[in-house]
């Protein structure tokens, strides 16, 4: 029997918290005070974390036609930093000022790089994103962070701490969960919200695909160095790609319903990348995110090479359905009788990833506070980590259980001779859950 007064009620809460369900407007037209640190028009900006994801957000900043300027970087590594500052400069030189001294480079860089900016640029391995975002809330900053936000529970209540603070202090925070600043699925939301289709009733979301790089162990490399450049395959970097890749189709099965799930079950494995190159995580979840209404959406992801890819999303009303593809733009909607309601003209859309940075920037330029999607952003990465949790596990999982959870994936100490919680055995292959005998809270 579905609770509609609970639904209900988690739906308004949805609609009230979320900004990034108006395209971040809902907190529009509030000043700032004290804009900005250097006493001039030009919004200083802090890169922390200068790898791929890091590199592109820096540069769809500097596409915006905002008053920016790149004034300081800070990585762990000192070839991703300069790899980041040769590209940087080379199409960018007159938005660039970052001298040899703005060069941060360790565990710490983020101490010394956020103090520098107005805004700062989070884009480090996810599992960092609490520990810097707390940093940048503290110093005022606003924010600009990458999904997913954290990597574990504990992770997720440090960010929704930081996101009450930066509200409190009127900071914008945009999370790249860029299809909520993109014009084919603001259209559709806008006519899913206003009752097109009816109640949501179902969906299916995917991100099926071949995976993604691989960095072999060299002979010098500390376990912690060889971990760090291989993060995509640690939890405690990177939550498995149900939450560092998934949770945009996650997301948008939020957006829709207007809520989070309640439960989740469902099952993965390690069926193709097995060997000691793929550290701990699945390379397969399918799960069902269950909510307050009775509904159900089927997620699933996978890292097959040779395998039929798909990245979308398709939800069923009680009036009609939708479809989502963000690749190709496309936002269509039928009515029960398989009538068109409405086709995004697939052309002629601005680049989203260039789009959120454009209305972010705009924001902190004019001095007012209109974005807050750090809790969004933390609840959508809490869904993606409790399917994690059920996979893994074999149990169904509750949200409410799940989110007093005291498992904490950081290692001990960072720093270059520790140890990871994780390591690998004799024949360097790393230990991972098994449903079934695995306990995950």
Same mark, same amino acid.
């Given at each position: 029997?579905?609770?509609?007064?609970?639904?209900?009620?988690?739906?308004?809460?949805?609609?009230?918290?979320?900004?990034?369900?108006?395209?971040?407007?809902?907190?529009?037209? #509030?000043?700032?005070?004290?804009?900005?640190?250097?006493?001039?028009?030009?919004?200083?900006?802090?890169?922390?974390?200068?790898?791929?994801?890091?590199?592109?957000?820096?540069?769809?900043?500097?596409?915006?036609?905002?008053?920016?300027? #790149?004034?300081?970087?800070?990585?762990?590594?000192?070839?991703?930093?300069?790899?980041?500052?040769?590209?940087?400069? @080379?199409?960018?030189?007159?938005? #660039?000022?970052?001298?040899?001294?703005?060069?941060?480079?360790?565990?710490?860089?983020?101490?010394?790089?956020?103090?520098?900016?107005?805004?700062?640029? $989070?884009?480090?391995?996810?599992?960092?994103?609490?520990?810097?975002?707390?940093?940048?809330?503290?110093? &005022?900053?606003? #924010?600009?962070?990458?999904?997913?936000?954290?990597?574990? =529970?504990?992770?997720?209540?440090?960010?929704?701490?930081?996101?009450?603070?930066?509200?409190?202090?009127?900071?914008?925070?945009?999370?790249?969960?860029?299809?909520?600043?993109?014009?084919?699925?603001?259209?559709?939301?806008?006519?899913?919200?206003?009752?097109?289709? &009816?109640?949501?009733?179902?969906?299916?979301?995917?991100?099926?695909?071949?995976?993604?790089?691989?960095?072999?162990?060299?002979?010098?490399?500390?376990?912690?160095?060889?971990?760090?450049?291989?993060?995509?395959?640690?939890?405690?970097?990177?939550?498995?790609?149900? =939450?560092?890749?998934?949770?945009?189709?996650?997301?948008?099965?939020?957006?829709?319903?207007?809520?989070?799930?309640?439960?989740?079950?469902?099952? &993965?494995?390690?069926?193709?990348?097995?060997?000691?190159?793929?550290?701990?995580?699945?390379?397969?979840?399918? =799960?069902?995110?269950?909510?307050?209404?009775?509904?159900?959406?089927?997620?699933?992801?996978?890292?097959?090479?040779?395998?039929?890819?798909?990245?979308?999303?398709?939800?069923?009303?009680?009036?009609?359905?939708?479809?989502?593809?963000?690749?190709?733009?496309?936002?269509?909607?039928?009515?029960?009788?398989?009538? @068109?309601?409405?086709?995004?003209?697939?052309?002629?859309?601005?680049?989203?990833?260039?789009?959120?940075?454009?209305?972010?920037?705009?924001?902190?330029?004019?001095? @007012?506070?209109?974005?807050?999607?750090?809790?969004?952003?933390?609840?959508?990465?809490?869904?993606?980590?409790?399917?994690?949790?059920?996979?893994?596990?074999?149990?169904?999982?509750?949200?409410?259980?799940?989110?007093?959870?005291?498992?904490?994936?950081?290692?001990?100490?960072?720093?270059?001779?520790?140890?990871?919680?994780?390591?690998?055995?004799?024949?360097?292959?790393?230990?991972?859950?098994?449903?079934?005998?695995?306990?995950? $809270?």
């Amino acid at each position: 029997m579905m609770n509609k007064s609970r639904n209900d009620k988690q739906r308004r809460e949805f609609l009230k918290t979320s900004a990034l369900l108006a395209g971040g407007t809902m907190l529009s037209g #509030i000043p700032l005070a004290g804009a900005y640190a250097g006493g001039d028009d030009t919004i200083k900006v802090a890169v922390i974390g200068c790898g791929g994801r890091g590199t592109g957000a820096a540069f769809n900043a500097l596409s915006t036609d905002a008053n920016i300027k #790149i004034i300081a970087l800070a990585d762990t590594f000192r070839d991703r930093l300069d790899e980041a500052y040769t590209k940087l400069a @080379e199409r960018h030189a007159k938005k #660039i000022d970052i001298p040899e001294e703005r060069k941060f480079i360790g565990f710490d860089a983020y101490r010394q790089a956020i103090p520098l900016a107005d805004v700062v640029i $989070l884009a480090t391995p996810p599992g960092f994103r609490p520990t810097h975002f707390e940093e940048a809330v503290r110093a &005022g900053k606003h #924010i600009f962070m990458e999904k997913p936000v954290a990597v574990d =529970v504990p992770g997720v209540r440090r960010v929704l701490a930081a996101a009450e603070e930066a509200k409190r202090r009127k900071l914008n925070v945009v999370v790249g969960l860029q299809r909520h600043y993109q014009a084919s699925y603001r259209e559709g939301m806008k006519r899913i919200q206003d009752g097109a289709i &009816g109640d949501i009733v179902s969906g299916q979301v995917y991100w099926n695909s071949g995976g993604v790089w691989v960095h072999p162990r060299k002979p010098e490399q500390t376990e912690m160095e060889y971990q760090l450049r291989n993060w995509y395959y640690f939890n405690w970097l990177c939550g498995d790609h149900i =939450v560092e890749q998934h949770v945009h189709n996650i997301d948008v099965a939020n957006w829709v319903k207007g809520s989070y799930p309640v439960s989740i079950q469902g099952t &993965g494995s390690r069926a193709w990348r097995t060997g000691v190159d793929y550290g701990e995580i699945y390379d397969n979840h399918a =799960v069902e995110l269950t909510y307050a209404d009775g509904s159900v959406i089927y997620s699933q992801c996978r890292h097959f090479e040779g395998t039929s890819n798909r990245v979308d999303e398709t939800f069923q009303g009680t009036r009609g359905r939708v479809f989502f593809n963000a690749g190709g733009n496309q936002a269509v909607l039928w009515d029960s009788k398989g009538n @068109e309601l409405y086709n995004h003209p697939r052309r002629g859309n601005p680049n989203p990833y260039d789009h959120e940075h454009v209305e972010f920037f705009d924001a902190v330029g004019k001095g @007012e506070y209109r974005f807050a999607d750090a809790e969004n952003g933390a609840y959508s990465t809490l869904t993606g980590i409790i399917g994690r949790l059920a996979t893994y596990s074999g149990q169904v999982i509750k949200w409410e259980e799940a989110l007093q959870s005291n498992v904490d994936l950081m290692p001990e100490r960072l720093a270059w001779d520790a140890m990871p919680k994780v390591l690998p055995d004799a024949q360097g292959l790393y230990p991972y859950a098994v449903p079934g005998k695995t306990v995950v $809270l």
